[in-house]
């Protein structure tokens, strides 16, 4: 068995799936299908951009380090895209107490 990639069932794992797996480009594509509030949006990019986790290319696009993105290709296992999930106002909250 494979290990998990890394912040896979996060949500720095959800924005990078919405990246690199779903094929969100800009911050309003990532937020769509992220379903994360702005404020939350950006704090986890932040926090990826200082882990050097994504990069912004061009003219606002998002891109998933290589190797992250590897892992997270690997892991898919034949998964293909998915829908815009919906994020309550209790899951909101909880970004506070998750990594």
């Known amino acids: 068995m494979t290990e998990e990639p890394t912040y896979w069932g996060?949500?720095?794992?959800r924005v990078v799936k919405a990246i690199a797996i779903d094929g969100a480009r800009t911050w309003n594509e990532i937020r769509n299908q992220t379903g994360?509030?702005?404020k939350s949006l950006n704090r986890i990019l932040a926090e990826m951009f200082n882990a050097e986790a994504i990069e912004k290319h061009g003219e606002g696009e998002y891109r998933v380090a290589?190797?992250?993105y590897k892992e997270f290709d690997e892991a898919k296992g034949g998964v293909t895209t998915s829908s815009p999930i919906e994020v309550n106002e209790a899951e909101q909250k909880s970004l506070g107490k998750l990594d």
Do not use: A, H, R, V
């Not at 996060?10 to 794992?13: A, E, I, N, V």
């Open 10 to 13: 996060s949500w720095k794992g």
């Open 66 to 68: 290589y190797e992250l």
């Open 36 to 38: 994360l509030s702005p």
